[in-house]
């Protein structure tokens, strides 16, 4: 790290201790910052990357609810609002035992990079909850959510934050908080959060956008080469929403998915994953790839390492820091040509740097991923007008944002000397635009 950053980074290690991928976090965005802060000494003047890397407002809450044998149970709820530069404060809510502060201002950092690449006006933020709702019932999830947002209600809106799922956060999830937030506040503010069922403001595409759009992009580095996913051979990572459509979309443009995982292991099926046989035991049988591999006749391998199975392109769709230099190694050695994140930072920084160094292509996910967001804020375009668009129209919106996303990764690449570099271009259009915009706010 050089120069001015490498102070600017020490205080953030100081201010944050043990929170380690948040650092990890912003040490990826200021890697790439160096020549920026060289043309735009204000940056520096204006310490807009002291700035930046303090989030706006942190709110840390007890979340107490009832379970199905009557005991007390005790969460702790969060919700970083990092940035709103750009506009509300817009990022998802995880529930997830893994949860604490460290991992949602990571996540919220990296939001607002993400969205401002989108070209949509949001800014950055991000939640969730040290909750796991896996194994619980229906109304001890409910009951959850109530409880959850009976305070967080007081922080969001449509015009302040507006929050959507992630990692343990589905429409199931969605449907439980907009009631309690519309019970509580008597109003119908549809615009509040994002990924709502269809039939009560949500949006088509937005399930699929996530996954989709990290294809869309991947496609967009391919097309580059005058190259496409048409009979390219791909392994996806994880097995929920993003790494399911990602699949989809890959197998739509031609190519085979050979591989999907969770928690317990991987599932490899040479004939090409069944879309309709993993979403129906995932999204309705909320089942295991274990359970897909015994219809489907396919080989799972428990507690395996997916990335050991030869691809062409590889989208790591699960949690962060699942892939890494280990299984760099396996990926480059066995010819993967393209890497694009489905996930949020699932790729260790030695691995970034051992896939560059060997001329794979990387889309990093707050470039690659951006698609979930994107198709969000057309939610709440939908929502503010009283409209509904179709699927066709929105898909081609999305399309329409990703290619533009691509583009202006390689057009920043290219103008600060770092051709065919996603992660340099990502990082540095994202944080010139919200550094130009907390300029022209003031010190705020």
């Not at 204000?42 to 942190?58: F, N």
């Not at 989108?118 to 959850?144: C, H, L, Q, V, Y």
């Not at 190259?227 to 097995?239: A, C, E, M, P």
């Not at 991923?369 to 081609?396: H, I, K």
Request: with cysteine; net charge negative; hydrophobic share 40%.
């Amino acid at each position: 790290m050089e120069g001015q950053l490498a102070p600017i980074f020490d205080q953030v290690l100081r201010r944050n201790p043990g929170e380690v991928e948040f650092h990890q976090a912003v040490r990826e965005v200021f890697d790439s910052l160096a020549p920026v802060l060289a043309k735009n000494p204000e940056y520096v003047d204006a310490a807009i990357l002291e700035r930046i890397c303090e989030p706006e407002r942190q709110i840390i809450f007890r979340v107490p609810w009832v379970d199905d044998r009557g005991n007390v149970q005790i969460n702790r709820g969060f919700r970083v609002e990092f940035n709103s530069a750009l506009g509300p404060y817009k990022g998802g809510l995880r529930f997830h035992p893994s949860v604490y502060l460290g991992i949602i201002k990571f996540l919220g950092f990296e939001q607002i990079f993400k969205n401002s690449l989108t070209g949509m006006p949001i800014g950055g933020g991000k939640g969730g909850s040290d909750f796991d709702p896996r194994g619980k019932s229906d109304a001890e999830i409910m009951r959850f959510c109530q409880s959850f947002m009976t305070e967080l209600y007081r922080h969001i809106g449509e015009y302040t934050d507006v929050p959507a799922g992630d990692i343990g956060v589905g429409g199931r999830e969605i449907g439980y908080l907009f009631g309690q937030y519309k019970r509580i506040t008597n109003r119908y503010e549809s615009g509040v959060l994002t990924g709502k069922g269809l039939s009560w403001g949500g949006s088509l595409v937005r399930t699929e956008a996530t996954g989709y759009g990290t294809v869309m992009f991947a496609n967009e580095m391919l097309a580059a080469k005058n190259d496409s996913f048409d009979g390219k051979r791909v392994v996806v990572s994880g097995s929920g929403n993003v790494a399911i459509y990602a699949a989809q979309k890959a197998e739509q443009l031609g190519a085979t998915v050979v591989a999907l995982s969770d928690s317990s292991g991987y599932v490899y099926d040479e004939q090409g994953i069944d879309i309709g046989l993993i979403q129906q035991v995932k999204e309705v049988e909320r089942g295991r790839v274990a359970d897909y591999a015994e219809r489907r006749g396919a080989k799972f391998v428990e507690k395996g390492n997916i990335w050991e199975i030869a691809t062409d392109i590889a989208l790591p769709c699960a949690t962060q820091n699942e892939l890494d230099l280990d299984s760099a190694k396996l990926l480059i050695s066995s010819g993967v040509r393209v890497i694009a994140e489905g996930a949020n930072m699932p790729t260790t920084p030695d691995a970034v740097t051992a896939f560059q160094e060997a001329g794979v292509l990387f889309a990093p996910g707050k470039a690659a991923n951006a698609g979930g967001v994107a198709t969000s804020a057309l939610e709440m375009q939908q929502n503010a007008s009283r409209d509904s668009w179709t699927f066709d129209y929105t898909e081609q919106r999305l399309h329409s944002i990703m290619k533009n996303i691509h583009n202006n990764c390689a057009t920043t690449a290219d103008k600060y000397g770092q051709p065919g570099n996603y992660v340099a271009g990502a990082n540095i259009a994202g944080f010139t635009k919200v550094a130009d915009a907390m300029i022209a706010q003031g010190v705020i």
